[in-house]
């Protein structure tokens, strides 16, 4: 698997998770008995998943430390982990589009390599350790 899809399978486990914690308030939420059920749908425990959510944004933020790559981590942090639309995180990052698409491109390939070598990805046997 090339490490671009790696990174794009260990983000969106990132946004899953956090999209579920943060909706996550400890109350039921009520049942539509008009609409299906989407069946069982697998949550880790809430420890497991603050620990993926906590590795992905230290190992992002590690393998970006390059003292020239700081553009190339206000982007990571802008883009992936605020999860800003693409022009405002432009913007925040203040680069031409060409410079930032050229940026996306390297960040989602240098981390997709470090997500691998870290033991992030595969993320169903991140959570089965």
């Known amino acids: 698997m090339k490490a ?3 990174f794009e399978v260990c983000h969106g486990k990132y946004k899953g998770l956090k999209n579920c914690l943060d909706g996550s308030t400890g109350s039921v939420k009520s049942v539509d008995l008009y ?7 697998w949550r880790p425990d809430r ?5 993926y959510i906590a ?3 230290r ?4 393998g970006l430390r390059r003292p020239e790559w700081k553009g190339r981590l206000r982007l990571f942090e802008a883009y992936f982990l605020s ?8 913007s925040a990052v203040g ?3 060409g410079t930032f698409d050229y940026w996306y491109q390297e960040v989602k390939k240098t981390l997709g390599a470090e997500f691998s070598r870290t033991g992030l990805y595969p993320p ?4 089965q350790a």
């Open 47 to 51: 420890g497991k998943a603050c620990e």
């Open 35 to 41: 609409m299906p059920s989407a069946g069982y749908q």
């Open 55 to 57: 590795d992905f944004e």
């Open 4 to 6: 671009k899809e790696i």
């Open 83 to 90: 999860g800003m639309e693409y022009s405002a995180a432009r």
């Open 124 to 127: 169903s046997r991140y959570f």
């Open 95 to 97: 680069v031409a589009e």
């Open 59 to 62: 190992i992002g933020r590690r």
